[in-house]
């Protein structure tokens, strides 16, 4: 079946503190990026990679890092998350210039 | 300027009629793919439709179809025969020229009616 797998789904964190959210994707797919939801701003573009070793700046990278150095796997760092880093994160895939994106189910991220 | 704008953050539909979720874009660029997705309370993102912007035919995928004017820069999706279980949040997006930087909008929450 072909996913994109977050995780972890739900996380509350503290200030500082160094996290992780996995990203990995099962179709061989080229292309990976994350987004973050807030309301009223709808999904903004964190970080997208190309291929690996490939990765390139959305609209919101402040604060966040990523690697690509496996096709199937693209991990969101936050290195010092804070407060206004509290979000709904999504990571997705899909072929170089593909028709359909698929997304991961979606990582609640609450810092305090 | 915002990429992708969505007028209505809410609306209302009777079951069994037909909706116009409305949906504009702005870009420079020749090349570039318009998507619909919808979001359920459960959170998940759903794939219902394309539109590439050198398709000269309107996308249809079931109940949904795209009204795509190019010159007007909008995508419109239309949801036929609503369904209740077609509450949920509308999101429109764009994948602008060859770098595939994604722009989605602000979403319209579409709540259908018993």
């Known amino acids: 079946e072909a996913q994109v797998t977050q995780n972890p789904r739900y996380l509350i964190t503290v200030t500082g503190k160094k996290l992780t959210v996995t990203c990995s994707q099962n179709m061989n797919h080229e292309y990976m990026s994350w987004y973050r939801q807030d309301p009223g701003l709808g999904l903004r573009q964190i970080y997208y990679?190309?291929?690996?070793?490939?990765?390139d700046k959305g609209d919101v990278p402040e604060g966040y890092k990523v690697s690509r150095k496996e096709k199937r796997n693209f991990p969101l760092i936050l290195e010092s998350p804070s407060p206004n880093q509290t979000s709904l994160y999504f990571c997705?895939?899909?072929?170089?210039?593909?028709?359909?994106?698929?997304f991961g189910e979606g990582s609640w991220l609450t810092v305090v | 300027a915002q990429k992708i704008t969505q007028t209505q953050p809410g609306m209302f539909v009777q079951e069994k009629e037909a909706v116009t979720l409305d949906c504009t874009y702005d870009?420079?660029?020749?090349?570039?793919?318009l998507f619909w997705y919808k979001q359920p309370s459960s959170g998940e993102m759903i794939f219902l439709i394309y539109?590439?912007?050198?398709?000269?035919q309107n996308a249809t995928e079931g109940r949904y179809s795209l009204n795509f004017q190019k010159a007007r820069k909008s995508a419109n999706l239309v949801i036929s025969a609503s369904q209740l279980g077609d509450s949920a949040m509308y999101f429109c997006?764009?994948?602008?020229?060859?770098?595939?930087?994604?722009?989605f909008g602000s979403g319209t929450k579409l709540n259908v009616k018993p």
């Open positions: 997006a764009m994948r602008e020229g060859n770098f595939n930087k994604f722009y």
């Open positions: 997705a895939s899909s072929e170089q210039f593909g028709n359909t994106i698929y």
């Open positions: 990679s190309m291929n690996v070793e490939v990765t």
């Open positions: 539109q590439g912007s050198y398709d000269e």
């Open positions: 870009t420079s660029d020749q090349s570039y793919g």
